[in-house]
């Protein structure tokens, strides 16, 4: 099992890129970083327990049915959203932290501007748009810009519902083997709280980065 | 209404602080055991300087009838079970107690020694150097004998229905009680896995009755108000009834603003956690420290902060309405998030004390619409708030205004 220093940088994934470099989450970059409790930071691809916590659902809403039999679609692990996402906001001058926290929860990837530009908070589910909404509706206390990302095949019902996701202001991405694509722009809303909160994530960030030196120095690889 | 809160040590300050608040406290045997000097002390203190406070010591012994991971004992279950004695110090240490492990003549010791705890826990020899330190945190110039009243709690376990084997253990623990302190000084913690129906409790109350017992606590497992289906809460409601109809105090041993509502259908008095615990477990064995939580007056229920910034916000004046916490931060435009766990603490203890006001000042129809009123503005905010936080108040409305 990874630890430590490794496990730390398998969190790390570059998210500016040029579209033909195939992404690979083992390679370390200094604009990427898990911002959650790097006890917590798991060995898993991406290194982020949650992300990878549904790997290989059956979809049992999505059926094919033939000649009486039922046939469950296989859904992607929600890891497998994570790089077309990425790869979808080229953002120069922006920090990636996955698993930023935010009071007791967490958001699956956070893109913080380093100097000025919209905050932008991003919820991967493979299935339950719904509660990706609804932690999406949550993030827009923080990130200016809220979506959530979802697997192309659930993105139907999820567009069905496109007026409760405007009255959220969170947009819809739709992810697939051929990338990500925005099916829906978020709104951009105005919260009183909101620059508050960033400063407040923008000091714990700041001491996380310090925590990370101070683990990259000390090498927590075992021996 | 009668409140309880759960003594905890990690936040003595906050019973000083809040002490007008509340009109009892329970200690559960884990801390008592733990920290018997620290605990001794302080409570000696803090019931010298208010002498009207009950107290009671929660035996907690149903938690060696369950099934938990035995192979790393945390030392407070150890010193429970040598409380105890044996069986919970040889089988119950490795494996969940059966009825089998308690013959008649362990129960007779069971109870003698669980009484005799508490006996002896307010006539502890002076601590001297314990007791200095809490007579100056509480600002006394003596601290007096404890003279409270004290609620005597028999051992007990948790049944499944009346007359099942655990029913008769815990009901022979009570009986053999009141061999050693006067009946009307003991409050049995009746603990059910599922709710009893009213004749049940019929025959629950003639016993305790003929054994000259007048009050107890009600403990349903791991009840939690706000996911409890409307049969289970119309079952709460009933259970109520019952027992105040056969002339017993009822005592909800965990619970929150629910139980508060509860008054209104007989309910005598409730107990709580500090900032948290509203149900409980008894099978549950970690300890630890708690999140911050913020209690939403309004929903009557506690919400991580950034949820809770969320909600306010959709409406800032309903759901501040009732809070100078929550007022001063919306004011100010501070995010939740940065609230200290002492201010929400406070803020929680505040927010009970104005529930139980509430509820004793205004009539059924009144407090039942006001949580319709939230759910109007749960609904005016958005769909997921609605669906989110608006149903346990719908249920809660609906069997409150049944006859």
Redesign the interface.
């Known amino acids: 099992m990874e630890t430590g220093t490794a496990a730390l940088v398998s969190c790390c994934i570059p998210t500016s890129r040029s579209s033909d470099t195939p992404i690979d989450p083992t390679q370390s970059h200094s604009r990427l970083t898990s911002f959650g409790d790097f006890r917590n930071v798991y060995p898993h691809r991406h290194g982020c327990r949650s992300l990878s916590a549904d790997a290989g659902q059956i979809d049992t809403r999505a059926v094919r049915q033939s000649k009486g039999f039922v046939m469950p679609v296989q859904l992607p692990p929600e890891t497998e959203l994570l790089s077309p996402v990425l790869a979808l906001f080229e953002l120069p001058g922006y920090q990636t932290v996955l698993e930023a926290k ?4 967490r958001i699956d990837v956070l893109m913080v501007p380093n100097e000025e530009g919209p905050w932008i908070s991003i919820e991967l589910k493979v299935r339950d748009w ?1 509660k990706a ?2 932690q999406a ?2 993030n ?2 923080l990130s200016d810009r809220s979506y959530v990302a979802l697997w192309h095949t659930r993105i139907r019902s999820a567009l069905e519902r496109e007026s ?1 996701f405007r ?2 202001r969170v947009g819809i991405i739709s992810v697939s083997e051929a990338g990500a694509e925005i099916v829906l722009e978020p709104a951009i809303s105005a ?3 909101r620059s ?2 960033q400063k ?1 994530i923008l000091e714990e960030l700041v001491g996380v980065k310090g925590k990370e030196e101070h683990l990259d120095t000390l090498s927590l690889l075992p021996a | 209404m009668t409140h309880y809160l759960f003594y905890q040590h990690n936040v003595q300050r906050f019973f000083i602080t809040h002490i007008e608040k509340f009109d009892g406290i329970l200690v559960p045997f884990s801390i008592a055991a733990s920290f018997p000097a620290g605990t001794y002390g302080f409570l000696r203190a803090l019931l010298g300087k208010d002498q009207t406070k009950r107290f009671g010591l929660d035996p907690r012994s149903a938690l060696f009838q369950q099934g938990w991971n035995r192979s790393n004992i945390r030392e407070p279950h150890r010193k429970m079970a040598a409380i105890f004695g044996e069986p919970f110090t040889t089988v119950g240490l490795l494996r969940a107690l059966t009825p089998q492990d308690l013959p008649a003549a362990r129960i007779n010791e069971l109870t003698r020694s669980c009484i005799q705890y508490q006996l002896d826990f307010k006539v502890q020899k002076d601590q001297q150097r314990k007791l200095e330190k809490y007579r100056k945190l509480l600002g006394i110039d003596t601290v007096p004998e404890i003279t409270n009243p004290q609620h005597f709690i028999p051992p007990y376990f948790r049944f499944s229905d009346v007359g099942d084997e655990w029913y008769e253990i815990s009901m022979n623990c009570t009986e053999q009680a009141t061999t050693i302190v006067p009946a009307n000084e003991l409050c049995p913690i009746v603990h059910f896995a599922k709710w009893p129906t009213t004749n049940e409790w019929q025959t629950v109350a003639a016993r305790l009755k003929k054994a000259g017992i007048s009050s107890l606590f009600m403990y349903p497992n791991n009840f939690k108000e706000h996911e409890a289906k409307e049969e289970d809460l119309q079952k709460y409601v009933e259970s109520t009834t019952s027992i105040a109809g056969a002339e017993i105090t009822a005592i909800a041993l965990h619970g929150g603003y629910l139980s508060i509502l509860m008054e209104k259908k007989g309910l005598s008095g409730f107990g709580n956690g500090v900032g948290y615990g509203e149900w409980r477990d008894s099978g549950y064995h970690r300890g630890g420290t708690a999140e911050i939580r913020l209690y939403i007056p309004k929903l009557h229920r506690f919400l991580d902060p950034a949820s809770a910034q969320s909600l306010i916000s959709g409406n800032p004046e309903h759901f501040t309405a009732d809070s100078d916490l929550l007022s001063e931060y919306a004011l100010a435009n501070k995010p939740l998030t940065s609230v200290s766990l002492q201010e929400a603490l406070d803020h929680f203890m505040d927010s009970r004390q104005r529930e139980i006001e509430t509820v004793r000042d205004n009539t059924l129809s009144h407090l039942t619409q006001e949580l319709q009123d939230t759910i109007e503005v749960l609904k005016d905010i958005g769909q997921l708030e609605a669906e989110t936080y608006g149903p346990s108040l719908t249920r809660w409305r609906s069997v409150l205004s049944k006859a």
Do not use: M, P
């Open positions: 935010l009071s007791r929860k719904k909404l609804w509706a949550i827009t206390q409760l009255s959220y919260i009183s709280t508050w909160q407040l």
